[in-house]
């Protein structure tokens, strides 16, 4: 198993998808990412690019076989739970990236105070997880307010954002960083989301839902999470605490 302990949360701090409810909802995020991903591609490079970008991660290493597990788009009552319990079993922290529209009550508050307590970082991924870059100031300050008042609550020592999508731009990196958080993007991005979900059926991704997987992994989630850790030797690792694939996978 891959080097884990309390290193993988300090790695956030040098750093300066409610899954799809339904297939429509499912079939949107798909279109989304992957046109976002196209976005990210073909960035001109220019040197505002990694203050304003939502993926760039700062430290590049080395990281010496350590990972920063982060999770998406929770919490979700039943698969985030498990993802508790696989990570306790092996005394793993991680950070997970909310979307406050889905905090709707007293229950899902207390499941993010008790990941608190458990050494777990929970961070900010916006309400309603749009592609920020696509909203005007005031929207996308609603975005990151609504969930910052959940985060806020559970006093935690550093706050984090991800952007859905990691699409971003000067304007709402600017507007995430006045509420003082950092900004973390991803080095290893396992696209559990395809492999979970694609038109090709569970356990395989489709190119036309995700490009960019080679075709020797199409169909090997765990060798293609596996080849981006070999090429980076750790780093920030992206998954989805609410899709059952990747809690099934994740042990």
């Not at 909802?25 to 073909?42: G, H, K, M, Q, V």
């Not at 916006?126 to 975005?143: D, G, I, Y």
């Not at 985060?151 to 699409?167: D, I, K, N, T, W």
């Not at 304007?171 to 991005?189: K, L, N």
């Amino acid at each position: 198993m891959t080097k884990l302990g309390t290193q993988a949360l300090a790695l956030m701090l040098v750093f300066s998808i409610v899954g799809c409810a339904d297939e429509a909802e499912e079939s949107e995020f798909d279109e989304n990412l992957s046109e976002a991903y196209e976005e990210l591609l073909n960035d001109d490079g220019s040197a505002d690019s990694a203050r304003c970008s939502g993926v760039v991660v700062p430290d590049r290493g080395p990281f010496n076989g350590r990972i920063a597990l982060t999770f998406d788009d929770g919490p979700h009552m039943t698969n985030t739970l498990r993802v508790l319990e696989i990570l306790a079993a092996h005394n793993a922290p991680a950070t997970f990236f909310i979307n406050g529209k889905v905090v709707r009550g007293d229950e899902q508050r207390e499941l993010l105070q008790e990941m608190v307590e458990a050494g777990h970082f929970v961070a900010n991924h916006t309400t309603n997880h749009p592609n920020s870059a696509r909203l005007s100031e005031s929207a996308f300050r609603s975005e990151v307010d609504d969930t910052h008042g959940i985060v806020a609550e559970l006093e935690q020592s550093s706050l984090y954002f991800r952007f859905p999508y990691g699409s971003s731009n000067c304007m709402t990196a600017d507007v995430v960083r006045e509420y003082g958080y950092h900004i973390v993007g991803w080095h290893i991005d396992t696209a559990d989301w395809c492999f979970g979900s694609g038109t090709g059926g569970v356990g395989y991704c489709d190119p036309r839902t995700f490009a960019h997987v080679p075709d020797s992994y199409r169909n090997d989630y765990i060798g293609f999470t596996e080849y981006q850790l070999g090429r980076t030797n750790g780093g920030v690792l992206l998954m989805h605490d609410v899709h059952a694939y990747t809690v099934n996978q994740l042990d």
